[in-house]
């Protein structure tokens, strides 16, 4: 991302300290940002083989991540059970998804929406900056909606193997720590709808070797491990059904606003979906007025939207940081469970995807394909990559929302820096293929030098504002 250039030093981000302390592992301490780093467990090397069957996995949520997981853990020979409460679920989200997740994930392109090639950044004051001059032909964001991503993943895994049921999560019974190296089994409480109960379900159990977590930012399955609170923001979201004269404005273009209007600490933003707009913005410091902060992001696309008609109205929390603990015994969150959002841009699709990808194939390969039984030592090699491979771009973004999202100036800097061809050449490449581009040494020279001018001048106007509304 922009940012990556001039923060490239930053490699953690901040964490809560854990709300439980007497679920502190005995080899950490109360302080530490990476508690799992402090110790090594090597019990997987001598992991029991399972007799006359194969290690048991429940996945608990089935958007991006737990679709991603289920579909890995059945592929690798696992008995995999995912386990959604609503099939139909339409998150407000944006649904920008970046085109490296288009072939990492096999994604057939009839259910990306649009492929936005321009887009527009539009400042407090209205200053307008076009964005993708330098993205190459084949290249593109896709837009999609989320009640089609989710239910083409999860019947993908259904494909592979992986038992899909329409149920409600409510607890677990966790295996005492005295037992965790054994085959002592987590017993999951769920309500089943399969249309022969009614709307209340039938209550069941289930027995399984081990657990995923990517049941969200609400997550059960990370209150069942302690796995500590974090910041969260909210986003709201309304579908709205424009008049096709206007929709050829949105066929290959999204737009971004940012002003204390739409929101203290986030974006507006309007997205192309198949027929439709998604335009939403979110907050974490003032969720009591993300109404007024809507309502605000509508009336600055008004022209754009003149004539649209609400046709869904969506508002969900979205996490601003990995919780505290995210493994504990044969437990893993991802997704948002775990906390996989970025700030400054509110991403989170791929990264669900990626990290319940990462935390599956380190079962399948800690159980040889299920043949064994796995342990947390096991679940810990997800983090291990999980962290070395994202915790830069995470932080980096963090950098940046603290840095240009904090005044009105400073989103003006932002956006005028956002004008910048080689600013837009790096941000493209880093976030289309999630690797941190490499830059031009003179080239960042520049962009610092103009950075510290764009802060300047954000600083010296901001000085101006406030003596003029003394």
């Known amino acids: 991302m922009t940012s990556s250039i001039v923060f490239k030093s930053f490699t953690a981000l901040r964490h809560s300290s854990l709300e439980h302390p007497k679920l502190i592992h005995p080899h950490t301490t109360p302080n530490s940002p990476f508690p799992y780093r402090r110790f090594r467990i090597t019990a997987s090397k001598s992991s029991p083989k399972l007799q006359n069957r194969n290690l048991r996995v429940a996945v608990i949520g089935g958007g991006p991540a737990g679709g991603a997981a289920a579909e890995t853990l059945a592929k690798g020979g696992i008995e995999t059970y995912l386990i959604e409460r609503k099939m139909d679920n339409c998150k407000p989200c944006g649904g920008a998804i970046p085109l490296c997740m288009v072939g990492e994930f096999d994604l057939p392109l009839d259910i990306i929406d649009r492929r936005v090639t321009k887009m527009k950044m539009i400042s407090p004051s209205n200053v307008a900056v076009d964005i993708g001059k330098t993205l190459k032909p084949h290249e593109y964001i ?11 993943l999860r019947e993908r895994a259904s494909e592979n193997g992986a038992k899909v049921i329409n149920g409600l999560f409510l607890k677990m019974d966790i295996p005492t720590r005295g ?15 399969d249309g022969k109960k009614g709307a209340t379900g039938e209550k069941k159990t289930l027995e399984v070797d081990a657990v995923i977590g990517a049941d969200g930012a609400n997550s059960r399955v990370a209150k069942s491990i302690d796995a500590g609170d974090y910041e969260y923001a909210i986003a709201f979201q309304e579908r709205i059904k424009i008049p096709n004269d206007k929709m050829v404005y949105y066929e290959d273009l999204a737009e971004m606003y940012v002003g204390d209007d739409v929101s203290p600490d986030f974006y507006g933003w309007v997205f192309p979906k198949c027929d439709h707009v998604a335009v939403g913005t979110g907050t ?34 979205i996490p601003e940081h990995p919780r505290p603990r995210r493994v504990l015994g044969r437990v893993a969150l991802v997704g948002d469970a775990a906390g996989y959002v970025t700030k400054c841009s509110g991403e989170g699709i791929y990264f669900a995807a990626k990290s319940g990808r990462m935390c599956a194939e ?31 771009t995470y932080k980096v973004l963090d950098v940046l929302q603290k840095v240009f999202y904090r005044s009105n100036p400073a989103r003006e800097a932002f956006v005028e820096m956002c004008a910048d061809e080689y600013v837009q050449k790096m941000t493209f490449d880093s976030y289309l293929y999630k690797k941190v581009a490499p830059g031009n040494p003179l080239e960042d020279l520049k962009l610092a030098v103009n950075t510290i001018g764009s802060l300047v001048r954000a600083s010296a106007l901001r000085r101006e504002m406030e003596k003029l509304s003394v």
């Open 362 to 392: 380190a079962i399948v390969e800690g159980s040889e394909n299920g043949k064994k039984m796995v342990d947390e030592s096991d679940l810990r090699k997800y983090l291990e990559k999980w962290d070395k491979t994202y915790w830069p």
């Open 179 to 193: 037992n965790e190296n054994i085959k002592t089994p987590y017993v999951l409480h769920y309500t089943e709808y």
């Open 284 to 317: 974490v410091t003032h969720k009591g007025d993300i109404k007024k902060f809507q309502a605000a992001t509508r009336n600055r696309a008004r022209d754009k939207i003149l004539g649209g008609k609400i046709i869904r109205v969506e508002a969900h929390p």
């Open 142 to 152: 896709g837009m999609v909606r989320r009640e089609v991503l989710d239910a083409y």
